[in-house]
Structure formats: structure tokens, C-alpha cells
């Protein structure tokens, strides 16, 4: 099997607010984006809603190390900080891109 050249390496997250916090929950995720523009190795970086409660993450790494690297860093470090927004631990889960489409 082989994965793309550029960002074989990935994290998908869900992440469920708790009863009334899901407006305070997605302001921190929207301000995260900033914490992700300054990781070097977190390429792609998406935060988004499926639910009223219910939100996902979706970022890719060039290499384990910049993956690692993000696993404990500053919006990890976010998430736990505000362990209140959360209405269950975060389910984060490593994953390996099989393709992708980037401009």
C-alpha cells in the first residue's frame, strides 16, 4: 500500500461540547487556527461542526515527527485546559491518508 509523498499522517478527532457549551466550544476551536498556523509541521488543519454539539478535527503531517509533535502541543493543551466545554474525553485517533486532493 502506498500513501501520498507529501502528508502520509493524520489525526481525526470528535469532540462533543457539553449541555450549553457547544457556542463556547466552537469559539475555541475557531480560535485554534492560530495555534495551528503556528506549528510548522501541521500542514492541513480543519475544525468543523456535524452537529450542534458535535465537532471534528482533521489535520495532516508530513512525517511522524510533526504529527508527534502536535499530539502535544498548544490546542491538545487547549482542550485539556477547558475540559469543562467537553461533554465526553476527546476521541482522537491517528490515521494514515490514503489520498488527497490539495491545491
Known amino acids: 500500500m502506498s500513501t501520498p509523498a507529501s502528508l502520509p499522517y493524520a489525526f481525526v478527532a470528535k469532540i462533543v461540547a457539553a449541555d450549553g457549551q457547544h457556542d463556547a466550544l466552537a469559539d475555541l476551536l475557531a480560535g485554534a487556527v492560530a495555534l495551528a498556523n503556528e506549528e510548522e509541521g501541521t500542514i492541513v488543519w480543519f475544525a468543523v461542526r456535524t452537529h450542534a ?3 471534528w478535527i482533521f489535520d495532516a503531517f508530513p ?12 490546542i491538545v493543551a487547549a482542550l485539556m485546559a477547558n475540559q469543562h466545554l467537553l461533554g465526553a474525553a476527546p476521541e482522537i485517533l491517528a490515521a494514515d491518508v490514503l489520498a488527497s486532493k490539495l491545491p
Do not use: K, L
Not at 512525517?63 to 498548544?74: C, K, P, Q
Open 63 to 74: 512525517d511522524e515527527a510533526a504529527r508527534d509533535a502536535h499530539a502535544n502541543g498548544a
Open 53 to 55: 454539539d458535535t465537532f
